[in-house]
């Protein structure tokens, strides 16, 4: 069974700080890797997903990585601003069941001004 | 265009009661999810439904779970006889679902809160 693990499980920097979250997996037999933001009381907002073929993958000020072999991912969050504040959640699909998510308990993220 | 839509967003319910939450996915989207997010739980996969395909059911947590979606789009989670383990936040989340890709990259809804006293 997968099991994926965020460290830190809360994280707070001031603004303007680069933000570094981590994503460990147990099986790297995966079908790809996302990672989620979700606001308080809300749902999950995709951000980024990486093809298990794929090292990175990069959307504005976020970029996010991915080594299979070691089963890591790493997403970077670039000169933070309160607006980041949320919780980060990275999910892993697994080869032959590469629909079903499983999920990390997530980084909380706060971000003072 | 629209995103995922869930109903209702807050459900509160007595101890033994049916409820139903309902789903409304990405128009085009043939695949649809449910998930359940509960306080030391994490979140949890339940259902998976691809297109006219037999439903992937092996995460609801006992046969007082069922979902059904109807043409291919609106699906509904029905929970039978409510116990209080039961509350959590239920998300749908629905993806384009053709394999290859990141046609599986899926897309949440905001999620029906369950509470049951």
């Known amino acids: 069974k997968q099991e994926v693990t965020q460290i830190p499980a809360a994280l707070s920097v001031p603004e303007g700080e680069n933000l570094v979250l981590n994503c460990s997996f147990t099986?790297?037999?995966?079908?790809?890797l996302q990672w989620f933001r979700q606001d308080p009381g809300k749902g999950l907002t995709s951000l980024l997903l990486?093809?298990?073929?794929?090292r990175e993958q990069t959307s504005g000020r976020l970029n996010a990585s991915l080594d299979k072999s070691s089963g890591r991912s790493t997403l970077y969050i670039a000169a933070s601003q309160p607006g980041d504040s949320a919780t980060y959640l990275c999910?892993?699909?697994?080869?032959?069941?590469?629909?079903?998510?499983?999920f990390g308990a997530g980084t909380t993220v706060t971000v003072r001004a | 265009g629209a995103g995922v839509s869930q109903s209702p967003s807050n459900k509160v319910t007595e101890k033994g009661k049916d409820v139903e939450l309902r789903c409304d996915p990405i128009?085009?989207?043939?695949?649809l999810y449910w998930y359940r997010q509960s306080l030391g739980q994490g979140l949890e996969f339940l259902i998976y439904?691809?297109?006219?395909?037999?439903?992937?059911k092996s995460g609801l947590p006992s046969d007082r779970f069922s979902a059904e979606r109807t043409g291919g789009s609106v699906s509904t989670l029905t929970i039978q006889r409510t116990q209080q383990e039961d509350s959590a936040v239920y998300l749908c989340?629905?993806?384009?679902?053709?394999?290859?890709?990141?046609?599986?990259?899926?897309?949440f809804g905001p999620g029906t809160r369950l509470t049951v006293t």
């Open positions: 999910a892993v699909s697994s080869q032959g069941d590469d629909y079903k998510l499983s």
């Open positions: 990486i093809q298990s073929s794929q």
């Open positions: 128009s085009g989207h043939t695949a």
């Open positions: 099986d790297s037999a995966i079908y790809n």
């Open positions: 989340a629905s993806s384009q679902g053709t394999s290859g890709g990141p046609s599986y990259e899926q897309y």
């Open positions: 439904f691809q297109g006219n395909s037999a439903p992937d």
